[in-house]
């Protein structure tokens, strides 16, 4: 019999530590990596999650879910290099898959976690996604928001490493302001552009990045550079949830095709808004993620 996650909030919420966020950096490859614990959960039999930011944002985009979730587990977050309070180095190979295959090895090996629910919006999504299959033994399920499986066609991937080659250019030369003005007017972000409170508070933070480390992570962690998964996605055995924007009509076609491949996956889509749903309308995202977790754990 399912348990309704409505009705165990209330008692989760009153048993869970009250316990301060604690904050850790992990030396992976001679680089650190930061880590926020979102929240220290009671249940040690219940896997972990662990939360990957999108492209300029960091480990406190996740803060939210300490809150909202019912799933009584402990929660990290971390910072991937050059964002938040991780390096910065200014060399382009410190930011590909492998390396950043390997931050996130450091980092459950340093927290002792042989395995955990990998959680990534966009960017972090296609790094969840690529850990998953290349290490399959210490993934639990997978929660993918806005996330594709990379670029089939030899020519589309060249034509993205140039366009990120060219946007690594322009971070580096100009202001993050003026970047990321023009980056919030892509198709992605059209429902976020007529939250101007919430679009004004997004620049004003990811505005205080590394501009080179942003850059090299463009270049580096590009779509274009990211092995194509979608020949693999069959062998994904673990639960899988994923998450679009009903206005994100890109990603909603990628996602419904992802779905297709996958043995074990739900598409959940979030009304009224394109690619950022965790930040638009956080309750809804949630109430996707507790819904899902109930379903493939015991709680």
């Not at 969840?128 to 033994?137: K, Q, R, S, V």
């Not at 928001?145 to 366009?163: C, M, Q, Y």
């Not at 949830?241 to 889509?269: A, F, H, R």
Request: charged fraction near 25%.
């Amino acid at each position: 019999m399912q348990t309704d996650p409505s009705s165990l909030e209330n008692s989760f919420q009153q048993k869970r530590k009250k316990q301060s966020q604690s904050i850790m950096t992990v030396d992976s490859d001679g680089n650190l990596i930061f880590v926020r614990k979102l929240l220290n959960g009671i249940n040690p039999q219940l896997p972990p999650i662990i939360f990957l930011h999108g492209f300029m944002g960091n480990s406190t985009d996740w803060n939210f879910v300490a809150g909202k979730l019912n799933f009584n587990c402990s929660l990290y977050a971390i910072d991937f290099i050059g964002h938040g309070k991780s390096s910065a180095p200014d060399d382009e190979k410190q930011y590909t898959y492998t390396s950043i295959n390997s931050h996130l090895i450091s980092v459950m090996d340093k927290l002792k976690l042989q395995k955990a629910i990998l959680a990534g919006y966009s960017m972090g999504g296609r790094a969840a996604l690529g850990f998953a299959i290349e290490n399959a033994n210490r993934v639990e399920a997978l929660i993918l928001e806005s996330t594709t499986a990379g670029i089939e066609d030899k020519e589309e991937r060249l034509k993205r490493i140039k366009s990120d080659e060219l946007t690594s250019e322009k971070i580096r030369r100009g202001s993050l302001q003026s970047f990321l003005i023009s980056w919030y007017e892509a198709d992605l972000f059209k429902s976020l552009n007529k939250n101007f409170e919430l679009l004004k508070k997004e620049i004003e933070i990811k505005k205080k990045n590394n501009r080179i480390g942003i850059s090299n992570c463009v270049k580096g962690f590009s779509p274009g550079k990211m092995p194509s998964y979608w020949s693999k996605l069959g062998s994904i055995q673990i639960p899988v949830l994923q998450i679009v924007g009903e206005l994100d009509n890109k990603y909603v076609q990628l996602n419904t095709k992802m779905k297709e491949c996958l043995p074990n996956s739900t598409l959940k889509i979030v009304s009224g808004v394109s690619h950022n749903t965790h930040l638009e309308k956080p309750q809804e995202f949630t109430n996707f993620v507790n819904h899902f977790l109930v379903n493939h754990f015991k709680i």
